[in-house]
């Protein structure tokens, strides 16, 4: 198979919108208590429930195979730098959502409230809300660098990498 399947496809990029979608949403500092965005909450959990399905298809063996097997090492940077990027797309929405908790917040999806995740302080919300914050900037910049190789690959190396991800390509 050369193209990752459709649905994989489509989560892909509807993640990549959502991704830059909660960075403009997100506040911090002291609004995050008075003005929070629940638009953030939302999109950031969205991210979540997205990840969660493409995970399952990427163990069921839904992926593409190794285009080029002479260039092992190539194929395990992308593989550790793909989950890089997992890990931040399930530690993040967690993470904002154990933050909104710590800011006393009430955090739902689609209208639906989702219980507190830990006991709201008067103060600072604590280390995993700045995590959760530098790690925030950092998967935008991460995703940044993943676009870039991505096109390396396409038109310096030629292996047809972002083929594999157009939803517009023809199946092959
Ligand atoms: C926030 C934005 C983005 C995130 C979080 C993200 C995340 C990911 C992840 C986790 C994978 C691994 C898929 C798998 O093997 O299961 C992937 C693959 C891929 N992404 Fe992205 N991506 C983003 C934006 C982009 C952009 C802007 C481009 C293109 C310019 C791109 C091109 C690709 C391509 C071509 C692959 C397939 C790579 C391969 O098969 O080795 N991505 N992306
Ligand atoms: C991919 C998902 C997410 C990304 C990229 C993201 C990104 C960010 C960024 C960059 C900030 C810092 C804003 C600033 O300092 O001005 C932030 C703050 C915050 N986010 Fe998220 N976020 C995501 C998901 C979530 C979710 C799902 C929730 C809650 C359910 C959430 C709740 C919060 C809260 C409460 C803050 C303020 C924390 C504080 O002031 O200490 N985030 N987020």
Same mark, same amino acid.
């Given at each position: 198979?050369?193209?990752?399947?459709?649905? $994989?496809?489509?989560?892909?990029?509807?993640?990549?919108?959502?991704?830059?979608?909660?960075?403009? $949403?997100?506040?911090?500092?002291?609004?995050?208590?008075?003005?929070?965005?629940?638009?953030?909450?939302?999109? #950031?959990?969205?991210?979540?429930?997205?990840?969660?399905?493409?995970?399952?298809?990427?163990?069921?063996?839904?992926?593409?195979?190794?285009?080029?097997?002479?260039?092992?090492?190539?194929?395990?940077?992308?593989?550790?730098?793909?989950?890089?990027?997992?890990?931040?797309?399930?530690?993040?929405?967690?993470?904002?959502?154990?933050?909104?908790?710590?800011?006393?917040?009430?955090?739902?999806?689609?209208?639906?409230?989702?219980?507190?995740?830990?006991?709201?302080?008067?103060?600072?919300? #604590?280390?995993?809300?700045?995590?959760?914050?530098?790690?925030? $900037?950092?998967?935008?910049?991460?995703?940044?660098?993943?676009?870039?190789?991505?096109?390396?690959?396409?038109?310096?190396?030629?292996?047809?990498?972002?083929?594999?991800?157009?939803?517009?390509?023809?199946?092959?």
């Amino acid at each position: 198979m050369h193209r990752y399947p459709q649905i $994989t496809i489509a989560i892909h990029w509807l993640t990549a919108v959502l991704v830059v979608v909660a960075w403009f $949403t997100a506040v911090g500092g002291r609004h995050a208590r008075t003005d929070p965005s629940y638009v953030h909450f939302t999109v #950031g959990l969205a991210v979540l429930l997205l990840v969660i399905p493409r995970l399952v298809a990427r163990w069921l063996g839904a992926g593409p195979r190794i285009e080029d097997p002479q260039k092992r090492w190539l194929d395990l940077a992308a593989r550790a730098g793909h989950t890089v990027l997992y890990a931040l797309l399930i530690a993040l929405p967690l993470s904002g959502w154990y933050a909104a908790s710590r800011l006393g917040l009430s955090v739902s999806i689609f209208g639906i409230g989702l219980p507190s995740l830990a006991t709201p302080v008067q103060g600072a919300p #604590g280390e995993i809300a700045d995590l959760h914050e530098t790690g925030g $900037t950092l998967i935008l910049w991460l995703a940044g660098l993943h676009a870039l190789i991505a096109l390396w690959h396409q038109f310096v190396l030629k292996d047809r990498t972002l083929e594999r991800m157009n939803p517009l390509a023809s199946p092959d």
